[in-house]
DNA sequence: ACTGGTTTGACCTTTACTGACCTTCGTAAT
DNA sequence: ATTACGAAGGTCAGTAAAGGTCAAACCAGT
């Protein structure tokens, strides 16, 4: 099932990849029109799937002559690292925990940059799922220090290992 | 006795028989209409007929457009998939559960036999340690099950994306 | 009666989409 | 310069549309 969310990601993406630099810009309501949507489904769309976990960066200007202009941010390698822990233990602060959702959006990201396979991604990723805990009694802390491990675990196992 | 479960599992396999493809995808609530049964019970068929040791692997999406997707799976990995629950669920039951030793066995033996790559196994193996546990407060019997979970959901993610 | 598979329903989580209302900023009129 | 207007984009809460979970009730065969 391919929701309109979907065609609009899809759609940026597309643009994004036969742009001349590492960035497009658009009108949000022009996009709106095209895709016969209001133009807040633009922000959802942004605000849910070129997030920085992802890999993206959006900058906008209001008032007229306003645009949106989405960025495909760097892949800057040595920093993987640094950011899964702020990923991991951020939030995680909050006593909370590290959101599932996030998690899984920078593991699709190291895929998209390449620095791990799509069999690697869906291997880690299957780890990162409230549903492994179903049914069992432990504590939320407990829960969410036993993700971060695994997570880390998985990563340095990769990152160890070098290129693929 | 026939049960309504086994005419829409009886269903679920027409359809994948002459489906393009090794899947089909379906509406939960549209099946549940029209078996004029509750949602729910599209769970229980698929959680009782549709699992990886009768040959398929289902995924899911919810939220507006959702969807489920029943997969058949290649054979092969089906063996290799019994195996696993074998070792598993073999020596666990004697309350020590599943062996980290004859874990790593396995994960070895689907190394060489070119299965799984190098990284994935180190991924996989990075999670078969006793020490990820340590320091916390998790009864031994959940943690036993943990591991189960956590294996088989690993290699449920190389099942679902086919050869390496 | 017991047992195990089946069926159901109440309640939950996730995701998509919408619309009313708000903020920002360029620019044309004063 | 100041102001007023209009043209962007932003926010957020609400609605709807999926699917998930779990435990209780319900049979059927022994």
């Keep these: 099932m391919i929701t309109l969310s979907d065609y609009i990601e899809d759609y940026l993406k597309k643009l994004l990849a036969v742009a001349p630099g590492q960035y497009v810009e658009i009108q949000r309501s022009e996009l709106a029109e095209k895709f016969q949507c209001v133009p807040s489904q633009i922000n959802y769309v942004l605000s849910t799937r070129f997030t920085p976990e992802r890999g993206y960066l959006v900058q906008s200007r209001r008032g007229g002559r306003g645009y949106i202009k989405v960025m495909r941010i760097d892949p800057l390698y040595q920093k993987i690292w640094e950011e899964l822990q702020k990923q991991l233990y951020s939030a995680a602060e909050k ?30 990723g299957s780890v990162m799922r409230e549903d492994i805990f179903n049914g069992l ?16 675990n998985m990563l340095k196992a990769v990152l160890q290992e070098g290129s693929m």
Excluded: P, Q, T
């Excluded at 959101?99 to 620095?115: A, C, G, H, I, S």
């Excluded at 009694?137 to 880390?152: A, D, Q, Y």
């Design 137 to 152: 009694k432990i504590g939320s802390k407990e829960k969410n220090e036993l993700i971060k491990r695994l997570v880390s």
């Design 95 to 124: 006593e909370y925990g590290c959101e599932m959702v996030k998690l899984r959006d920078f593991l699709m990201r190291l895929y998209e940059e390449r620095l791990i396979s799509r069999r690697e991604a869906e291997i880690i």
